[in-house]
């Protein structure tokens, strides 16, 4: 049997208007056009589907069945296009995000709090394994929003610049080194530096082992842990010192036996990106939240580096004034 939807539509609608002449106007139809659709699904199946009761149409058994199917399939047909609509306007979803590196995402639920206020059907999927290489995830499909410092020349992938951060140096606070206001590269010499793995092939070697590298700098040994949480424990328990970003590494600073210094912002200063392929609703209200996160928390981060600077000069003044 040829059965269309049209023809679910039709028996739901004639069985609601009870007459042929309500459910024409109703369907936007000519009554003929209505008679001839009628007819064309009876001689289609075979089967009556009304009885004719003065002007009114009345369901045989058969019409019956077949409208308790036509409320099923009209139900779930109108759910699907809802469906589609909210997906569109970016009501409904998932969205999949990774970050560059980084596997720390201590900063997500403030951002999914803020985002739930005008997207509460949206779940926001974190694809750790993205992390070493998350352009490629995103090329592929399988990231909506890869949050990178880096770019690749490619005209399918759109960048937005999200917020700036600082590289700094975590260290024990029993390690000599925790004295230090400033971290220059000449300071690396003879560490235990723990860095995050990444792909060689992936063109990118982390600014710090980079400049480590122009230097000639000679480390103890470097050691290459992939996860935050490992390189603060492995710092906390004086068996290394890492290199973080600010973000990174700030709601650890209260809780563990470690202190953040800063490198020189001329070097360590970097510009994150939100990087897509796709201009959804969805992951439009996802970027905007994004920027509102970062650029409260870039407003604490530098009042914050003020008020570290103001010490570091008072101390500089009482040096000096000890040698006078």
């Known amino acids: 049997m040829n059965i269309a939807l049209h023809h679910f539509k039709l028996i739901e609608t004639i069985s609601k208007e009870g007459t042929l002449t309500k459910s024409a106007l109703a369907l936007h139809l000519t009554q003929s056009a209505l008679s001839h ?3 064309e699904l009876e001689s289609e199946t075979d089967a009556r589907i009304f009885e004719r009761m003065g ?5 045989t058994d058969i019409g019956t069945r077949f409208l308790q199917s036509a409320e099923k399939i009209l139900t779930e047909i109108k759910s699907l296009e809802e469906d589609i609509s909210n997906s569109k306007n970016g009501k409904t979803g998932k969205l999949n995000i ?7 995402y201590h900063w997500l639920p403030g951002i999914i709090k803020n985002y739930k206020t005008s997207s509460p059907n949206i779940n926001i999927h974190i694809v750790s394994e993205a992390s070493k290489r998350p352009l490629e995830y995103l090329l592929r499909g399988d990231l909506d929003v890869a949050i990178v410092r880096t770019q690749m020349a490619n005209m399918h992938i759109f960048y937005e610049p ?6 700094m140096v975590v260290v024990s606070k029993n390690n000599p080194l925790a004295e230090k206001a400033f971290f220059e590269i000449s300071d690396f010499e003879n560490t235990e530096l723990i860095m995050p793995s990444y792909d ?8 710090i082992e980079h400049l480590i590298q122009i230097q000639q700098v000679k480390l103890k040994n470097l050691h290459r842990i992939h996860y935050t949480d490992a390189t603060i424990e492995m710092v906390n328990a004086e068996l290394g010192i890492g290199v973080m970003a600010d973000w990174i590494v700030k709601p650890y600073l209260d809780h563990k036996d470690i202190v953040a210094i800063p490198i020189s912002r001329a070097i360590a200063r970097r510009t994150w990106y939100a990087a897509t392929c796709k201009q959804s609703p ?5 970027l905007l939240c994004l920027k509102q996160h970062f650029s409260k928390a870039a407003l604490t981060n530098e009042y914050n580096i003020a008020l570290t600077q103001t010490a570091q000069n008072l101390i500089l003044q009482g040096q000096k004034a000890e040698i006078l």
């Open 162 to 167: 999200v917020f700036d951060d600082q590289l």
């Open 282 to 286: 969805a992951i439009q209200n996802f």
């Open 98 to 104: 990774s970050t560059q590196c980084y596997t720390a």
């Open 37 to 39: 659709q009628l007819k």
């Open 55 to 59: 002007k009114r149409m009345q369901l």
């Open 200 to 207: 060689a092939s992936y063109q990118d070697t982390p600014l």
